[in-house]
């Protein structure tokens, strides 16, 4: 169904409810002129055209794609209303709703129920909730987490007053677990943030060993799944290696979980999700909020969760994605693992090329490769790197990939390591997370072969 229909009949459906409850006069002050409207409109939608094509399998950058037309229509639907998940009584409906794709998720990956957990406006923000019950369960303790783990981790423990300890990530960027055992023993550390799907390479940490670790010392584990946790759903999949599917399975052992439906569920932005496996944390949210709640003795989500006001227009979204595109194989797996076949594709035609060579083996959907026809050190292969990344995007037939800085012991010719006159390497790297680039990476390689040539 097209796009404009699906929105047009959404805010259509929700007119005719507004209009059981009697006409009133829209106030003077909101009115507005009908050509000065089309006016601003052009100058807004000329803006907006300072863009990249996120939409396009030709953007290859970061991870960035607009969301589906299912979601872009129940949120317009909801945002027509807009209540405010923070109470029952701001949009029951919606809240509802809420409760309802909550429990899809943590379906997802397996958590004993009853859990709990709630939407959040982001990734970081679902973080830091998880972190915070983290030190109110082991005040004083440490928070680990890999060299590899999101920037936000380190950011956020400094704003909750938490000391961090850095676990080194081994060759392939995933948390070297020996190392972490040694953190482990010295005593001091609390919990362990585990990484499905890094920022960077999008690697899956060692999540079965991490549990196995973390439960011989009494630690707790988060995970978090904000790029890769829906990756779950390919768990019984060939197209992932065994081990990524035994660590995406060991999610389901986790204390903590967070996912965000704005990555890689197809949502707009504003929609992050954090799961914890034992209810009763619900305890550390004390709340006091006077004028909120009237209507309903039942949860609301505003007791659990460090957030006020919330889209619940972003519950409705994800709500009517994921009734169209459920959370299983042959739902919203089937995006996925196009996704994950792209970067398989592309892998062996980068392990072919003469002109790039890859980073690493990838364990999910993002690719990372780098010039290797001439240049034999760090600093070179940077340089080189960087270029292509500018070339690509000029032009009228431009590619759009990202940069990323690694440990250069990363980046090797074959079997050798680079010259190392540098610590840290830049290489290309590539989020395929739009299904299309399945039917794209020749293109795509062919084109970075191209800049790569000269
Ligand atoms: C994107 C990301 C985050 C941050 O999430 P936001 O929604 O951008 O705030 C945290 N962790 C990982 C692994 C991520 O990929």
Known sequence: MDLEVLIGNAIREVRKWE???GPYDRHASTHLDTDQVAGVLDEYTGRLRNNYPFFHPRYA????KPPHPAAIAGYVAAMCINP????LDGGPATAEMELEVIRALSDMFALRQPTLGHLTSSGTIANIEALWVARNIHPGKSIAFSADAHYTHSRMCEVLGIATRKVPSDESGRMDVSALRRALRDGNVGTVVA??????????DPIDEIVAACQEYGVRVHVDGAYGGFYVLLGTSEFLSAETRRNLRAISRADSVVVDPHKHGLQPYGCGAVLFADPSVGRFYKHDSPY?????????????????????????????????LPLTREGLGEVLAACRRAAIKWQELLAESKLLSPVGEPDLDIVTYFPSGGAASASEVSKASQSIFER?????DPVFLSTLRVPTRRVRFGKSPIRRDKTQT????SVLMKPEQEHYVEWLHQKVEKLAAG
């Open 19 to 21: 209009g059981g409850f």
């Open 61 to 64: 950058g970061q991870m960035l």
């Open 84 to 87: 405010n998940n923070h109470a």
């Open 195 to 204: 990484t499905a799907g890094t920022t960077g390479q999008g690697m899956v």
């Open 292 to 324: 909120t709640y009237f209507t309903s003795d039942k949860l609301h989500l505003g007791e659990i969760s460090l957030e006020c006001s919330r889209a619940g227009a972003a519950a409705g979204a994800l709500w009517m994605t994921l009734r169209l």
């Open 392 to 396: 690509g995007m000029a032009g009228d």
């Open 426 to 429: 830049v290489v290309l790297r």
